[in-house]
């Protein structure tokens, strides 16, 4: 079957670094997206990576080992407007998003 | 680029009637339109995909005749959720994929809709 894991929650303060992992079982693989959902709200895209290795953009990177089947979004200088839930989603061999369940992440001061 | 809408926001209806929600690409032409509903605190469920001119796909469970959905140009589709109960209450939430970009290129979601059967 095809599966996504990541943490269901996680905690970091204000200022810091926080790595949010997923592992991925698809049928196929045609590529991984991060997206990133403040309550009540719908996703916004962050990023996607369908080669090996890491992609910054900003405060934000997303690293992909399509060998080993994981990937990771890597937040860093945390604020605490970063609160909310980060998905990963991978791209199977029909073109369908399989969605994590999502980590919620929570910044303290 | 890639704004997405949606349209209404929130709506709060009676059970057994029907209510519209629109979905539009503001700033490309969307060849697949998906919707997904999501309950509070639960993942993105994917209802259906819909291609431009042609019948949408259901996800298995998703009752076609009750959420009927039609994509009739490369900006706008739209779900109607027919003979609404409270059980259908949810965030109802839509994403475009672009033109001529790939199967590949990057879901861009709308705002949401916010249904509350009373």
């Known amino acids: 079957g095809q599966n996504i894991d990541q943490p269901t929650e996680m905690t970091a303060t204000e200022g810091a670094i926080v790595q949010i992992n997923c592992t991925y079982q698809?049928?196929?693989?045609?590529?991984l997206f991060w997206y990133q959902q403040h309550a009540g709200e719908a996703p916004t895209f962050l990023s996607y990576n369908v080669l090996d290795g890491l992609e910054e953009k900003g405060r934000f990177s997303s690293f992909l080992s399509r060998s080993k089947g994981y990937s990771y979004l890597l937040l860093k200088e945390l604020q605490m407007k970063d609160s909310a839930s980060y998905l990963c989603a991978a791209l199977d061999s029909n073109y369908q998003l399989i969605w994590g369940a999502g980590t919620k992440l929570i910044i303290k001061p | 680029g890639a704004v997405v809408s949606q349209h209404p926001s929130r709506v709060i209806c009676k059970s057994g009637t029907s209510v519209k929600i629109e979905c539009r690409s503001l700033d490309f032409q969307a060849t697949t339109m998906f919707w997904y509903r999501q309950f509070p605190k639960q993942s993105l469920m994917l209802m259906a995909t819909s291609n431009e001119g042609s019948k949408a796909t259901y996800e298995q469970g998703v009752e076609k005749d009750k959420f009927l959905i039609n994509h009739a140009s490369l900006t706008l589709s739209t779900l109607t959720v027919t003979s609404a109960h409270p059980e259908d209450s949810s965030f109802y939430i839509c994403?475009?994929?672009?033109?001529?970009?790939?199967?590949?290129?990057?879901?861009?979601f709308g705002p949401g809709t916010r249904l509350l059967v009373l």
């Open positions: 698809t049928s196929g693989f045609n590529g």
């Open positions: 994403s475009a994929r672009g033109l001529g970009q790939g199967v590949s290129e990057t879901q861009y």
